[in-house]
């Protein structure tokens, strides 16, 4: 089992709980308990180990609400968050999720889906079959969301995505490679840092604490902050971070000081070690930049004029650094890691049911601009039709209010029950239906991601 990617901090407390994960054994019989007074909590066993758990009201109104969870352990949990989760309930809505395998890596994509139908299939055993099922994915399991929304006609009549992974693994590997490649190669290159094929998850997390040191130490100079700010274009790293206020307009330095903000908070520490378990999914590298143009590559992020803004502030060269990227650009992908990860770990070859995807405009671990990679394979596939993305103007990764995530399971019920959208999911109109909820704030705003840059 993978240790956390969160730092040591949270080393401690997430490796107990994965120390805790139940070990394989065959299906067993549903246990029920009652943690609260109108709600029956159901738990078992699936046939590969993994563990299911769902909260059924008192008052059940026939829909059922499958939860695939995010990275991390794997342990089942069946709403995104208590609040939500008791909002739910509290309309009546059943919950149900699992914990996908748990003698597999965190990367969990190999069983999620299986498990997922499977412990939809589970609850009908114990407590009855759903008039409806309505997926809802948060995070690597908006990846598996994104995947029942495919697969899953006649078990999954609708979907709704949070801040889904939605473009896959092999182009999350492979962004994040190259913001890992610019500081190694720009802010630390007598280092001579390992960027792939980690031997362990140790090694994993001591080459993201380096590459974050080198980040803390260029952020003192005008030319270490013009070279950060080029990482971050590669890693389509939002400038808006929390606690502050979104940059104005051309306004570099303010754009370069809070994507620093996101590096100093640890956005390396999460998905360098996060790469191992990837690698341990698909048995090997499954990133590569051999052939990448990184001069290219640059143009087609949003933050390109930044960087030219920075680099001539501080007096550096862009094209020779962009030159040295290209030309030193030699990490190769292990093909069959890369057919692996393809396979198990891409959702955007079409949809058979509605899909809603709720994104929030600043998230510093799946970019937004992954909802536009994933909208123009679903518009490829003919199903452009079936899906509607909708984006709330806040920073943080999956950071959703209860508010907001009912208002998009109505959306996505009311487009299963009438087979229109009816403009349902318009900003505006998302934003009135979660306001009247009485659950907190809200905050839907038109907007539209730009372009994921990851060039391959």
């Given at each position: ?434 306001q009247a909820l009485g659950l907190g704030g809200a905050a839907f705003v038109p907007y539209r991601p730009t372009r994921l840059v990851v060039g391959r």
């Amino acid at each position: 089992m993978p240790k956390s990617a969160l730092g040591a901090a949270a080393l401690a407390a997430t490796l107990a709980l994965a120390a805790a994960a139940p070990a394989a054994a065959q299906a067993d019989t549903p246990q029920t308990t009652a943690p609260a007074a109108a709600t029956r909590h159901l738990t078992g066993r699936l046939p590969d180990g993994a563990s299911w758990i769902a909260d059924l009201p008192a008052h059940w109104n026939g829909t059922l609400l499958l939860f695939s969870h995010g990275y991390g352990p794997t342990t089942a949990q069946d709403a995104p968050s208590p609040a939500a989760g008791q909002a739910l309930l509290a309309e009546g809505y059943a919950l149900a999720g699992s914990s996908y395998d748990p003698n597999g890596p965190w990367w969990a994509l190999e069983s999620a889906e299986r498990d997922q139908l499977a412990t939809r299939e589970a609850f009908a055993s114990a407590a009855g079959r759903p008039a409806r099922t309505l997926s809802v994915g948060q995070s690597m399991g908006g990846l598996v969301n994104a995947q029942l929304a495919r697969d899953a006609d006649g078990a999954i009549d609708g979907a709704l995505g949070l801040c889904g992974l939605v473009a896959g693994g092999v182009d999350l590997d492979n962004y994040q490679l190259d913001a890992e490649y610019t500081i190694a190669s720009l802010l630390a290159p007598d280092e001579h840092l390992d960027l792939v094929d980690f031997a362990d998850q140790d090694a994993a997390a001591a080459t993201a604490a380096r590459l974050t040191a080198a980040v803390e130490r260029a952020q003192t100079t005008p030319a270490g902050r013009a070279r950060i700010a080029l990482a971050a274009a590669y890693l389509n790293l939002p400038d808006w971070a929390p606690g502050q206020n979104p940059p104005a307009p051309g306004d570099a330095e303010g754009q370069e000081a809070q994507q620093y903000a996101w590096f100093a908070q640890g956005v390396l520490s999460f998905i360098g070690p996060a790469r191992y378990s990837v690698e341990q999914s698909a048995g090997g590298n499954t990133s590569w930049n051999a052939g990448v143009d990184y001069a290219g590559l640059l143009r087609s992020s949003e933050h390109a004029d930044e960087v030219r803004a920075l680099y001539r502030t501080a007096g550096l060269d862009l094209r020779a650094d962009l030159t040295a990227l290209t030309r030193g650009a030699r990490v190769h992908a292990d093909p069959q890691a890369v057919r692996r990860l393809q396979a198990t770990s891409t959702a955007g070859q079409g949809l058979a049911v509605p899909l809603l995807n709720l994104h929030t405009t600043s998230d510093q671990l799946v970019p937004v601009q992954q909802e536009n990679a994933f909208a123009a394979r679903v518009r490829a596939a003919g199903d452009g039709a079936l899906l509607r993305q909708a984006y709330v103007a806040r920073q943080g990764h999956c950071n959703f209010t209860a508010a907001e995530v009912v208002a998009g399971v109505h959306a996505v019920e009311h487009r299963v029950a009438s087979g229109r959208w009816d403009g349902a999911t318009a900003p505006a109109a998302l934003q009135r239906a979660a306001q009247a909820l009485g659950l907190g704030g809200a905050a839907f705003v038109p907007y539209r991601p730009t372009r994921l840059v990851v060039g391959r």
